[in-house]
């Protein structure tokens, strides 16, 4: 799992076998792919908890794979998440834009929200992975009601203020999503879903 | 916490009173440095847990602050590490060093761990933080033995496989540490350690 050489890939697989047979009974039932992401949730957290808050909308997987499989942008929130993902198309982040940064003080909303206001102003339509910020999350939701083309939405913020909420309001619009229901969250669980659904790119094309 | 804008900090000061409130028993008896990292360990998880399994060794804290206070170099195992923290001195990350690459597939180890053992051969010798990979930890405390002179180590690899075990060995060194018992830890907590403690660098010069 982004491991590289013969080594790397031998913890990996070993690190899998453990995954599989820790939450074996939480994602029987589960299509191959869901479980896929799952594990690799589980297995970049050590934290197997997130087998039972993960939640995706039905079209989320066939939707999110077709957007990664054309290698149309990424719109992340930090910096942290861009640096976790192996992608052949772009991320953006443009929490640290001066634009952005300016704009966050006039307005006086947080950094992360400020940049997707900006993302939405440079026509931004592909999928949006929000790995801390809850703003960010309900920002981006906002905008998609007032004409902003997101595809799909990966949104984990963590955190005591506001995530879980951010995250349930995301689970009641029609974009297709992943989540996780809590507090918990964060830019390794952000991470390990892109990485696992562009891994799913490369396999086979039933989507 | 990292937060910038006024709205920013209004969230980081909530999140901060429900971490404080969640966690009060368990940070009972520590020093106010020690639970300013417990707090924003949790805060950045979202995971209470971390308040029992975070460890650090007594030089830890005097010894880590001043070396940041110096402004000595920082080496992390992987870019999101490097992506997270906010420092005014230099943070080497050399996984992606084709050096470091070519060393690895030779070696047969992990590009985490050849990266370690070229930092050494650069004369690294500052703070080292391992948010990711076990085999850069254990790479370090065997480096440490021959002579790579390391002065504290943030030591928070994830993961079921060898995870818990290179932290052990970590806890057995002479080496000033901060660690997590068991399997979990991650690049948000190596980046909530570290930012904590870059914090209490700014806070007066008793150290």
């Known amino acids: 799992m982004g491991a590289s050489t ?12 453990i995954v599989k047979k820790l939450i074996k009974d939480k994602i029987e039932g589960l299509s191959p792919e869901e479980a896929a992401i799952i594990e690799r949730i589980v297995h970049s957290t050590a934290d197997p908890e997130y087998a039972d808050i993960t939640r995706m909308s039905q079209d989320f997987i066939p939707k999110t794979i077709k957007v990664l499989r054309d290698l149309e942008d990424i719109l992340v929130d930090v910096e942290m998440v861009k640096a976790g993902i192996s992608y052949d198309g772009k991320i953006k982040c443009y929490i640290n834009h001066p634009n952005v940064i300016k704009r966050a003080k006039d307005k006086n909303m947080t950094r992360a929200a400020a940049a997707m206001e900006y993302a939405a102003s440079k026509d931004f339509n592909g999928v949006v992975i929000v790995g801390n910020a809850p703003t960010a999350l309900l920002k981006v939701i906002k905008l998609t009601k007032s004409g902003m083309g997101v595809k799909s939405i990966i949104g984990v913020p963590v955190g005591f203020v506001g995530a879980a909420e951010s995250k349930k309001l995301l689970t009641r619009t029609n974009i297709p999503y992943l989540t996780t229901s809590g507090p918990k969250g964060g830019t390794p669980v952000a991470v390990a879903a892109a990485n696992a659904l562009i891994n799913l790119t490369k396999k086979g094309e039933e989507y």
């Open 6 to 17: 013969k080594e790397g890939k031998k913890i990996a697989e070993k690190s899998r076998k």
